[in-house]
Structure formats: structure tokens, C-alpha cells
């Protein structure tokens, strides 16, 4: 049973950047048809796609968001990471992780439980 | 940019049939899934590939897509299932998600 866990730092001050690490256990990030993804919650309010990322490097973003995102991955770690830039109390929501299973069709399969990350001076 | 839409709220008396739409331009053309979110909780997989259901989701659950609309159906809807629920497609590489839909169950 794959399980993710996403970790750092839980306030974050305006103009300054959200860094997040997802923990993949249960399986290697390397194996299989998979992207890795980040997606996030504002309180009270929808899921917001941010970007996915590939074993190989290869990544895909929001469009909105795609000036600020970077999506890395460390396979030695198990690992992926998702780094916002010049944040605003915008960016303020629960941010999740998610494996995306890419055979037949491409869907989230599994999740991560989330981390709310505020910004705030 | 592509969007999905979903009404903001359905509500449905326990044991009748309760359905969601997703409405998106030539959606049909698209794979939709379908996500129930309880409060507090992570997203959960219900419905993939228009009208697959995961291992260990009910068979209460279905789904379907046509034309422009994607549909989430619960049969015997039980009070366990109320939620929000959120439709998302691919457009190109690019995921989207509907704006979600709070099932009220009473």
C-alpha cells in the first residue's frame, strides 16, 4: 500500500518561498507508469491543481501558477518537492500530495493527508 | 483556460439516488473522475475513467459521460456519504478540477 506524507514548514512570511517535501513509502517512486503531483485547498474552498512531475524529470504546471512552481524529484529519497516563489496570504491553503497513475487512463490514485501552510509576516 | 462545473450543492433523502454533474466543453471527448472529500480528510477516488470504481468503493457509486456533461450517481445514498464531491479532467497535461459539490444527505 502506497502511502505519502508531505512535510515543511507550516508558516511562511509574504515574498518568500513555500517549500514542501512528499515522502513516498510502500513503493519506489522509480517503478511503474506514475506521476508525482501537488495539489492544494484553500479553506472553505476547491482543489487547485499546481503540477506533476515524472521519474525522468519531465514536469507539467498550472498555467497560473507556472512563473512561481518548481516541482523536483529525488529518487535516492524517495522523494518529490514542490517550491512556490514570492508567496502572498493567497497561497494560503492545505497542500496536498498525490501519486497519478498513467496507464489505460491517467487519474489520482493515492493522497497524501495534507499540510496547511500559511502566509503570514 | 478549460473549466469544469458543478452545482454548489445537492441534496438527497437516505436511500433515494442522488446525482452530480460536471459540465465542460466537449467533456465526453475527456476520461472524468470523481473524488469525495469529507471534512478533515484527504480526497478519495470513487469514480475513474468515466465509470470505473476503484477497489473497495461501493457499488452504489457510478459514474458516466456524454456530450458535454459528466455524471456521478449514488444509489441508496446512505448518510455516510455525504460530502463534498469533486469532478476533474485532463485538458492536454493539465489537470482540472470542478469547483466541487456539497451533498447534503437528510
Known amino acids: 500500500q502506497v502511502q505519502l506524507q508531505e512535510s515543511g514548514p507550516g508558516l511562511v512570511k509574504p515574498s518568500q518561498t513555500l517549500s514542501l517535501t512528499c515522502t513516498v513509502s510502500g513503493g519506489s517512486i522509480s517503478s511503474g507508469s506514475y506521476y508525482w503531483s501537488w495539489i492544494r485547498q484553500p479553506a472553505g474552498k476547491g482543489l487547485e491543481w499546481i503540477g506533476r512531475?515524472?521519474?525522468?524529470?519531465?514536469?507539467n504546471y498550472n498555467p497560473s501558477l507556472k512563473s512561481r512552481v518548481t516541482i523536483s524529484v529525488d529518487t535516492s529519497k524517495n522523494q518529490f518537492s514542490l517550491k512556490l516563489y514570492s508567496v502572498t496570504a493567497a497561497d494560503t491553503a492545505v497542500y496536498y500530495c498525490?501519486?497519478?497513475?498513467?496507464?489505460?487512463?491517467?487519474?489520482?490514485?493515492?493522497w497524501g493527508q495534507g499540510t496547511l501552510v500559511t502566509v503570514s509576516s | 483556460s478549460y473549466e469544469l462545473t458543478q452545482p454548489p450543492s445537492v441534496s438527497v433523502s437516505p436511500g433515494q439516488t442522488a446525482s452530480i454533474s460536471c459540465s465542460g466543453d466537449k467533456l465526453g471527448n475527456k476520461y472524468a473522475c470523481w473524488f469525495q472529500q469529507k471534512p478533515g480528510q484527504s480526497p478519495v477516488l470513487v469514480i475513474y475513467?468515466?465509470?470505473k470504481r476503484p477497489s473497495g468503493i461501493p457499488e452504489r457509486f457510478s459514474g458516466s459521460n456524454s456530450g458535454n456533461t459528466a455524471t456521478l450517481t449514488i444509489s441508496g445514498t446512505q448518510a455516510m456519504d455525504e460530502a463534498d464531491y469533486y469532478c476533474?479532467?485532463?485538458?492536454?497535461?493539465?489537470?482540472?478540477f470542478g469547483g466541487g459539490t456539497k451533498l447534503t444527505v437528510l
Open positions: 498525490a501519486r497519478i497513475s498513467s496507464t489505460v487512463t491517467t487519474f489520482f490514485d493515492y
Open positions: 475513467q468515466d465509470n
Open positions: 512531475i515524472y521519474t525522468s524529470g519531465s514536469t
Open positions: 476533474q479532467a485532463w485538458d492536454s497535461s493539465t489537470a482540472v
